[in-house]
């Protein structure tokens, strides 16, 4: 990664998908050995806290197998690259980002510093505030859904990870539940498809998105796309958990399959899907059904 596509902050830090630091325009590629990443990412989820010495040291060294100094290194070492990279950024000081220390712990202070999840957090929680009928809101769940990237910290297997990934995926699906909901209201097929995409590419065994998938090619008269979903739901079920499809899936393909669900389209034709995978990627067929 080269550049920010946030030219307005001193620091970009990326965390959703991929970890990534850029102070000035300039990615921070020497992390160097120790856990001063760590350290980073660690106060990052803590902003405005004073983080005792103790939590620190047993969250960057669950196994407790390191010396007590090794904590007083990783702030050292962090402070370094961060100051290191923000002179060669922009011939002066450093970023917006320092490491405080306090009687009994450290602190990050943060300014002019954009942070992906927090950004994300923030369009979900304004997003919460009206009504899928009205623009606002879906132009903000629309772009916290674009900032979800993937996991955070994909790969990382900290114990204090996995619950910040697991609540930022659960918002993402949630968003995207939202949006699908508002795009079939207004029979927006392309951006049914689109949301439905990044769903499964989220969680491929989500039931219910197979169903609006079904639904929707059914109702185009597509059924043998619709055939296709329902068949791959159960080929994943089946796979993963050992179950096929619940009665309500089985329920909807059955009427979709039977024509009961067809419309005229309205607008441009859907074209089917030549071929899918469980993360939701798919080829466009050449021709409608």
């Not at 970009?12 to 630091?21: K, Q, W």
């Not at 005792?52 to 007083?72: G, T, V, Y």
């Not at 623009?135 to 993937?150: H, K, N």
């Not at 968003?175 to 498809?193: G, H, I, K, Y």
Request: proline share 5%; glycine share 8%; hydrophobic share 40%.
């Amino acid at each position: 990664m080269s550049g920010t596509a946030h030219p307005e902050y001193a620091v970009e830090i990326r965390t959703l998908g991929r970890f990534d630091v850029v102070v000035g325009g300039r990615p921070v590629t020497r992390w160097r050995a120790g856990r001063a990443r760590h350290l980073l990412q660690y106060l990052l989820l803590h902003p405005d806290c004073v983080i005792s010495r103790d939590i620190l040291f047993e969250a960057l060294w669950p196994d407790l197998s390191a010396p007590r100094s090794s904590l007083k290194v990783a702030v050292h070492t962090l402070r370094n690259i961060l100051a290191s990279e923000g002179a060669a950024a922009t011939g002066r000081n450093p970023s917006g980002l320092r490491i405080l220390t306090h009687e009994y712990g450290y602190s990050i202070e943060a300014k002019n510093v954009w942070v992906d999840f927090q950004e994300f957090d923030s369009l979900i929680l304004g997003a919460q505030t009206g009504t899928l009928d009205a623009p606002g809101p879906i132009a903000q769940l629309q772009d916290a859904v674009e900032l979800y990237q993937g996991d955070f910290l994909p790969g990382m297997t900290m114990p204090w990870v996995e619950p910040q990934r697991e609540w930022l995926r659960s918002l993402a699906l949630s968003a995207l539940d939202r949006l699908v909901e508002a795009a079939e209201r207004t029979c927006d097929d392309f951006q049914v498809l689109h949301f439905c995409r990044k769903v499964l590419k989220i969680e491929p065994l989500h039931e219910k998105t197979y169903r609006t998938l079904i639904a929707l090619h059914g109702r185009l008269g597509q059924f043998s796309q619709a055939d296709r979903w329902y068949k791959l739901c159960a080929s994943h079920l089946r796979e993963a958990v050992g179950v096929g499809p619940a009665e309500a899936t089985r329920a909807m393909y059955s009427r979709a399959v039977s024509g009961e669900l067809t419309r005229v389209a309205d607008g441009p034709t859907l074209h089917p899907v030549s071929s899918v995978s469980a993360t939701g990627h798919y080829a466009v067929g050449s021709a409608a059904q």
